[in-house]
């Protein structure tokens, strides 16, 4: 699976746009970009996938680049609960034979300010 | 909203002990984990299990460590002599299938305090 890049942390005002970057310069073709998210020693819960067009779902959009070395979630209006470390995870998908595990970096702690 | 299931939220065990970590996936789903979380560290995949057997493990799961789908509805850890460093979280997660688009759920974790 491809390495992914994201800053270490980011603050945002509650009510305004949380936009998360990630980079994935050396992703592959048969990759997907998943962003999952762990609040507070909570169990990682999912937000979102896409290979390469933008995304849209009720937690969260993702934008990918045109050449698909980057992508960025977007949260439209954080709230104080969406405070969570986020990341940023490619794999590959190939069917039911490509790898099952999840490999967790660092992720982006994210925390949400009143 | 159907959801991954642990038990005990919390374990503490003394060194060398056995301890059983159980899980109960949800329902539906035919693909079983387990991930480690060691404090202030990185989330950790351990093993992946699919009908009745293990398709695949990280070098963290040693021959310490086993799995097992005891009946239809429980998934446990099983670490027969615990050491100092595997204290952590263990998160159980579960999904409908193993590769393509699956999602993995996660349990609440839990939390295994070696002494």
């Known amino acids: 699976d491809a390495k992914t890049t994201q800053p270490p942390s980011m603050d945002c005002a509650e009510g305004r746009a949380a936009n998360l970057p990630c980079n994935h310069s050396?992703?592959?073709?048969?990759?997907?970009v998943y962003w999952y998210r762990q609040i507070h020693s909570q169990g990682p819960q999912y937000i979102i996938h896409?290979?390469?067009n933008n995304e849209t779902n009720e937690m969260a959009s993702l934008i990918i680049t045109e050449d698909r070395k980057s992508s960025t979630l977007i949260l439209p209006h954080a709230t104080l609960r969406d405070t969570a470390v986020y990341y940023c995870?490619?794999?590959?998908?190939?069917?039911?034979?490509?790898?099952?595990?999840?490999?967790f970096g660092e992720g982006t702690q994210l925390t949400v300010n009143p | 909203e159907p959801e991954v299931t642990q038990t005990p939220s919390h374990q503490v065990t003394q060194m060398g002990q056995e301890v059983i970590l159980r899980c109960v996936p949800i329902s539906n789903h035919l693909y079983f984990y387990w991930y480690r979380q060691i404090l202030g560290q990185k989330v950790e995949f351990l093993v992946s299990f699919y009908n009745n057997e293990i398709s695949e493990k990280s070098e963290i799961f040693d021959d310490q460590f086993s799995v097992e789908r005891p009946d239809g509805s429980n998934f446990t850890l099983k670490i027969r002599s615990t050491k100092l460093e595997d204290s952590a979280m263990y998160f159980c997660?579960?999904?409908?299938?193993?590769?393509?688009?699956?999602?993995?759920?996660f349990g609440p974790g839990t939390r295994l305090t070696v002494l």
């Open positions: 997660a579960s999904s409908r299938r193993r590769g393509g688009y699956n999602e993995q759920f």
């Open positions: 896409g290979l390469k």
């Open positions: 995870i490619v794999r590959v998908v190939s069917g039911e034979t490509s790898g099952s595990r999840l490999t």
């Open positions: 050396t992703i592959s073709g048969n990759e997907y």
